[in-house]
């Protein structure tokens, strides 16, 4: 294999666990609960309609040099809110909606830092 692409290989392992945990989930949950599973990814799938999340999310993924930051940054934002919702601080929030914006973050990022790796690919 090519020493460039097993530069951007390792460089992103991250991206490609995320993306694969996506998947997985999307998989599982339709074995396990599919009403919940459909009704998390509508709800990612609306989210993509609102711009400003997308670009979010897609300036953390391209332009945070180091992206466990990001990565990390997005689950333990959403266990905290996760929390706050359990405990009734956010009354009009539900953890289905929070884990929805989760994947879309999550996701839109893993591929911009992932293109942003494969940018640096030269042949």
Known sequence: MNDQLKTILSKAKLNFAILACILIISVLGKFINPELTNTIFLTADQLVSELYLVFIAIT???????FRLVAFGAVGAFIIAAALIHLHVFNYLTTEYVFA???V??????????YRHYREFKL
Not at 60 to 66: D, E, K, S
Not at 105 to 114: E, K, Q, S, T
């Open 60 to 66: 953390l993924g391209a332009f945070i040099p180091n």
């Open 101 to 103: 914006v989760l994947i």
């Open 105 to 114: 973050v999550l996701g839109f990022a893993a591929i911009a830092n992932l």
